[in-house]
């Protein structure tokens, strides 16, 4: 069974930073397309960034763009999305995703299959 657990998550203020990260079980996430996307209350899920199995494409919205990286930890087997520079208004929901195709991804939502419960961002002053 296909599991994605993300942690890391918190209470910043405005310019500091959070480095996310996201496990797997069932599956071998150093060899899987994953994506982050985000959430805010009342409206849809945003691509944030994600990288392809071949690591051949990389993406970042253009809203995170210079603030955000996203990479992968093979000794832990996780993948990680640093976060600076946060936002108030940045959206406080995150989640990790494993995406269908290994040789691209996007930040489209119907683009990635597998889903975790999400991790609280909460950037406030």
Not at 109 to 118: C, I, L, Y
């Amino acid at each position: 069974q296909v599991q994605l657990v993300e942690s890391g998550g918190g209470l910043v203020q405005p310019g500091e930073s959070l480095r996310l990260s996201c496990a797997a079980s069932g599956f071998g996430l150093d060899d899987s397309t994953i994506g982050w996307f985000r959430q805010a209350p009342g409206k849809e899920r945003e691509g944030v960034s994600c990288i392809s199995a071949t690591e051949g494409n990389i993406y970042y919205s253009d809203s995170v763009q210079g603030r955000f990286t996203f990479s992968r930890d093979t000794a832990k087997h996780t993948v990680v999305l640093q976060m600076n520079s946060l936002k108030l208004e940045d959206p406080p929901v995150y989640y990790c995703a494993t995406g269908l195709s290994r040789w691209w991804c996007s930040g489209q939502e119907p683009d990635f299959v597998s889903w975790g419960q999400g991790t609280q961002v909460t950037v406030s002053s």
